[in-house]
């Protein structure tokens, strides 16, 4: 399936994010043609950027790329539930569908916490499809943080 | 009051945004020692960048410039209720306070909608304080939306 192959390439980010001592999150921004217009990992430690979380570069990469703020229509493939910063950005950004692997009951935002697409102010809620890869995704942070400890 | 100062500076960065065509909403950031560290105004058209927020702007920029990507101890001034993008990078960051202005009921992620601190799943909530210099915040934003109708 399709949104397999997507998701399998935001885990492959994800892995990469892991390998540079990121938490291991991946993402991938597909286009209206079914194109990858961008694929990142988390760089929060690397570029010292607390807002550098996957799915922020994915979409920054995008708009630039297509010289929009608004990514209309596009689809968003990532390891892990969005936090808030991030679905509030996939809003912000008008992302047609946001699929998501693991859930994150301490730190994700859509399903859990400020749930930011629940509210009568979300200006543009994604449809949402959750669980893609979500075995994998979760085996690779429980992976890191083990080794953390 | 030093406070008045800096959200002073903060409506400064507003209207040089509104001057821009861009949302007039301006951002100081302010470090342990009472230094500016990052100013700036919303850049979202100018970058085609929809997290491009003032917020985001001098948090990124500030994290950049420390080398670290919290920025525990160190204060934001906002000339408007942050959104949930924003709120969830403040936390993140781990900033110390936060002073905005006007209130945002459309989309603000503070006092309203996804209230992104008042959640158990919160890992940091900064001191908030609202109100400062919100007539001047508030006017700035009605006459931007006026001119554009």
Same mark, same amino acid.
């Given at each position: 399936?399709?949104?397999?192959?997507?998701?399998?390439?935001?885990?492959?980010?994800?892995?990469?994010?892991?390998?540079?001592?990121?938490?291991?999150?991946?993402?991938?921004?597909? /286009?209206?043609?079914?194109?990858?217009?961008?694929?990142?990992?988390?760089?929060? +430690?690397?570029? $010292?950027? @607390?807002? *550098? %979380?996957?799915?922020?570069?994915?979409?920054?990469?995008?708009?630039?790329?297509?010289?929009?703020?608004?990514?209309?229509?596009?689809?968003?493939?990532?390891?892990?539930?969005?936090?808030?910063?991030?679905?509030?950005?996939?809003?912000?950004?008008?992302?047609?569908?946001?699929?998501? /692997?693991?859930?994150?009951?301490?730190?994700?935002?859509?399903?859990?916490?400020? +749930?930011?697409? $629940?509210? @009568?102010? *979300? %200006?543009?809620?994604?449809?949402?499809?959750?669980?893609?890869?979500?075995?994998?995704?979760?085996?690779?942070?429980?992976?890191?943080?083990?080794?953390?400890?």
């Amino acid at each position: 399936m399709r949104f397999g192959s997507f998701m399998d390439r935001a885990l492959e980010e994800a892995r990469g994010a892991g390998a540079r001592g990121e938490v291991p999150v991946g993402a991938v921004l597909v /286009g209206r043609e079914g194109d990858v217009i961008a694929a990142a990992g988390n760089r929060t +430690r690397e570029q $010292s950027d @607390p807002t *550098a %979380h996957a799915e922020m570069l994915v979409i920054r990469a995008a708009a630039k790329r297509l010289g929009s703020e608004r990514l209309t229509g596009c689809d968003l493939y990532v390891t892990l539930e969005p936090c808030a910063m991030c679905a509030a950005a996939i809003a912000a950004a008008r992302i047609g569908r946001l699929y998501y /692997g693991a859930a994150d009951p301490k730190s994700g935002g859509v399903a859990h916490g400020a +749930r930011v697409f $629940s509210h @009568p102010q *979300a %200006h543009h809620v994604p449809e949402v499809y959750d669980g893609i890869g979500a075995g994998e995704a979760a085996d690779l942070l429980r992976a890191f943080f083990a080794d953390r400890r």
